[in-house]
């Protein structure tokens, strides 16, 4: 069994401030994991994902995750937020190889305040 | 070209009544999926199509019934509204193989009177 744990379920941050979006997970085998970030009134979209290699990944819009298989940890960081970023962020990891089922944290809510 | 699409993007009806939301893709995938997102933001997966056979079905009362006439859409139907199932519900889509994105539809949000 999986799981997902957003620590933080509101994270106000002034604009062009940097900011860091805790996640950790819990997983039996390797895994996959995912950044989707949600705009009001939207479906998710995917910003970044692991899947193997280098534990630093870039996604879009200038958001970067770094894994961490010791600490069980996948955060998310922008050095300098937008207001265009206020979103609600999700973290989620599926199990590797075939069809496997993503299960997705409670997420984030990313306030951007001028 | 929108990927996936969902029809209606809002569906006002009363309790004990039946609908139905409907979901496209065109981006050649071959599994789909439904998710319930409550008034928290908190997103539950609900079912799981794979090449129109089921996968996944995760504890959803049988009110609700998904159907697949083809992989590129898959449909939920709900019976028997109740005030509990008012929520936005999103579909997705992906390819089979681990690791693959998935894709969100733009959601439907369901309001029970």
């Known amino acids: 069994a999986q799981s997902v744990t957003q620590l933080d379920s509101q994270v106000p941050v002034f604009e062009e401030a940097p900011v860091e979006l805790r996640c950790n997970y819990s997983s039996s085998v390797s895994v996959y994991l995912f950044w989707y970030v949600q705009y009001p009134n939207q479906g998710l979209q995917l910003l970044l994902k692991y899947l193997s290699g280098s534990t630093l990944v870039k996604g879009i819009n200038g958001f970067e995750a770094e894994f961490n298989k010791s600490q069980t940890s996948f955060h998310l960081r922008k050095p300098s937020v937008h207001i265009s970023d206020t979103a609600e962020y999700f973290c989620a990891v599926s199990g590797p190889g075939g069809y496997q089922k993503v299960t997705f944290g409670t997420g984030t809510k990313l306030q951007v305040i001028p | 070209d929108t990927a996936v699409s969902q029809t209606p993007k809002y569906l006002v009806t009363q309790m004990g009544n039946d609908k139905s939301i409907k979901c496209e893709q065109n981006l050649g995938h071959d599994t789909m999926y439904w998710y319930k997102q409550d008034s928290k933001k908190f997103l539950k997966i609900m079912f799981s199509y794979n090449n129109k056979e089921l996968i996944i079905n995760e504890t959803v009362p049988n009110r609700f019934s998904p159907k697949s006439p083809d992989k590129a859409h898959l449909n939920l139907h709900i019976n028997s509204l109740e005030l509990g199932d008012s929520a936005v519900y999103f579909c997705?889509?992906?390819?089979?193989?681990?690791?693959?994105?998935?894709?969100f539809g733009p959601g439907t949000r369901l309001t029970v009177l």
């Open positions: 997705a889509s992906t390819l089979t193989e681990g690791g693959d994105t998935q894709y």
